[in-house]
């Protein structure tokens, strides 16, 4: 299973992103989610979603961004609004994990960049 994400680029503060992320693949693991790294620090979770469409997200980004499942399952998309300027980061796409932890699954996809101007 292989992860592609896209969607990343230069943003204004106030305003909004999308992220995709599809696996390729026959899926063992449920959970698709996102995380974030900003330089500096440490990754954390974004927002993860299950197969039934149960969620969790960061504390730093929650009633601002949301996750949601394609249709197939095999992909995620990430909605981000009101971007704020520690929003910035390479976020990544990662399968496995379970809803409502914040530890991320074992597969990762290459990072995208998100960067929010004032």
């Known amino acids: 299973v292989q992860l592609q994400a896209s969607g990343g680029g230069l943003v204004q503060a106030g305003g909004s992103l999308n992220l995709s992320c599809a696996a390729s693949?026959?899926?063992?693991?449920?959970?698709m989610g996102w995380f974030r790294q900003a330089p500096g620090k440490a990754r954390e979770l974004v927002a993860r979603?299950?197969?039934?469409?149960?969620?969790n997200y960061g504390a730093a980004v929650k009633g601002r961004f949301r996750i949601n499942r394609g249709d197939g399952k095999n992909s995620v998309y990430l909605q981000m609004n009101n971007l704020k300027l520690e929003d910035t980061g390479v976020y990544y796409c990662?399968?496995?994990?379970?809803?409502?932890?914040?530890?991320?699954?074992?597969?990762w996809g290459p990072g995208t960049l998100v960067t929010v101007s004032s």
């Open positions: 990662n399968l496995g994990g379970w809803v409502g932890t914040f530890e991320p699954g074992q597969l």
């Open positions: 693949g026959s899926l063992s693991e449920s959970v």
């Open positions: 979603i299950g197969l039934i469409g149960n969620r």
